[in-house]
């Protein structure tokens, strides 16, 4: 099948994390850059410079298979520096320059680049060398009445790596890797000297002929154990194209499913993908004028991102709203099912003053022996890290304000922090830690309710 089905989701990976929102080069978040899949130069990472080198990934092909295509994608720097035309005749590097009506800023853009190594055969262990110059280009800007006023001047760095391809046996099925490493030779003293020489957002696409793939995520019953073997380095290999094909594989320097695919109710790229579509848009849509204009300025990539959001319609935006997709497994559609219930004894069970048998005033839990209910000192020993905030309450001393039952069975202590200068409020809002009775432990002398005296006024 073709590539295309594959290439959306691609440059999605290519560009994730390029330029965050706002899209400014203003922006504090933007400062520091670049995205994820970041190859440096050699060394560089050791020194504290750059990234790693290195990424590699293992996936399995069924029995057959005789060639793969392998294509490395990725992004080379590309400075773009703003020079005012002084009246001696030379170039002065600027922040910003201003012609003509249109801005341009001195900022780091990139430029797309995809190696190409078609039907390499599968078995014997090869390497392929990637090689991609370095050069510049040079753009007058003129004024109004056609006289050369400034210019701009785009230099890139040359780039290379080594593609390493290796095959074995295992269990039927053949584990192919693929690995990749920055092979820049250049001087890098500094981090700006590391990501000149660096591969920017790489990542692979293999095509295979002669036998398909086999998921590394879900494989068959008898590819389990060969599966498990399969070693990944930065570099997460997933089934792509329409679900049910085989044939095409994305490792990605981002954790993907099986089979990813961009939502059809997208409008295009916006670089920060963590974020929800929907929001985002919004978020562009309310930035001032003067803000879309640096956008603009900063990046050609960013101003078609500012352009197509002004431009959508009520329609565009009710369609990044929300959509009901049936389930991939082909189960029913939950919208026509009848939701689950169960016996109450003919107690709501939103009411807990209709059961008469729930009284977090005055439940108690038996914890090393010992009674725990309301006003009981505990210390607590958090063990589920189910907060990150949990390690800010180990070993704290902490007041039991309620011990509550949920409908499954299972019991939680509600407590306030002794501690915690809010306490007081916390208590008066209701607003507790719940821990899970094997989290806290009792302290002597604490089980007698500790009364408090309140002024809800």
Request: proline residues 7%; aromatic residues 6%; negative net charge.
């Amino acid at each position: 099948m073709s590539l295309d089905a594959v290439r959306a989701v691609a440059d999605a990976v290519l560009y994730e994390g390029y330029l965050l929102y706002p899209y400014r080069a203003s922006a504090a978040k933007n400062r520091s850059r670049w995205q994820f899949g970041v190859l440096g130069p050699p060394g560089a990472a050791e020194r504290g410079l750059g990234e790693e080198s290195s990424m590699a990934t293992q996936c399995l092909l069924g029995p057959g298979a005789s060639t793969v295509d392998v294509h490395l994608r990725f992004l080379q720097l590309q400075t773009r520096q703003a020079q005012r035309l002084g009246a001696d005749g030379r170039y002065a590097d600027v922040e910003a320059l201003s012609v003509a009506g249109r801005t341009v800023l001195s900022w780091d853009e990139a430029v797309e680049r995809e190696a190409v190594f078609a039907a390499q055969p599968v078995g014997p262990d090869g390497e392929l060398r990637v090689e991609i110059s370095g050069g510049s280009d040079i753009e007058d800007l003129h004024d109004e009445a056609g006289t050369v006023v400034g210019r701009v001047v785009r230099r890139r760095w040359p780039v290379c790596a080594h593609v390493r391809l290796g095959a074995v046996t295992d269990g039927g099925y053949t584990r192919l890797t693929v690995a990749v490493e920055n092979a820049y030779d250049g001087p890098v003293s500094t981090k700006d000297d590391a990501v000149r020489g660096s591969l920017l957002g790489a990542h692979l696409v293999l095509r295979a002929e002669g036998a398909g793939f086999v998921s590394v995520i879900d494989p068959p019953d008898d590819a389990v154990a060969a599966a498990a073997g399969c070693v990944q380095h930065r570099c997460w290999p997933v089934l792509a194209g329409p679900p049910g094909t085989t044939d095409l594989v994305l490792g990605s320097p981002i954790i993907l499913y099986d089979h990813p695919e961009v939502a059809e109710e997208s409008p295009g790229a916006l670089f920060d993908s963590t974020e929800i579509d929907e929001i985002l848009v919004l978020r562009i849509m309310t930035m001032t004028e003067a803000e879309k204009a640096e956008a603009r300025a900063t990046d050609p990539q960013v101003a078609a991102i500012i352009d197509r959001c002004d431009g959508l319609t009520p329609e565009d935006l009710q369609r990044l709203h929300g959509v009901f997709r049936p389930p991939a497994d082909g189960s029913a559609d939950v919208r026509d099912l009848e939701p689950p219930s169960f016996d109450t004894g003919g107690a709501p069970w939103w009411d807990p003053a209709a059961d008469a048998a729930v009284s977090p005033e005055t439940d108690s839990v038996m914890v090393d022996g010992v009674r725990v209910a309301k006003g009981s000192l505990v210390r607590v020993r958090p063990r589920r890290r189910a907060d990150a905030q949990d390690i800010f309450f180990a070993d704290q001393v902490a007041r039991v304000t309620a011990v509550l039952s949920d409908v499954e069975g299972g019991v939680h202590v509600a407590l306030v922090l002794v501690d915690d200068p809010a306490a007081d409020l916390h208590d008066w809002y209701g607003r507790y830690f719940y821990f899970a009775p094997d989290e806290i432990e009792p302290l002597s002398g604490g089980a007698e309710p500790i009364q408090r005296e309140e002024s809800r006024s």
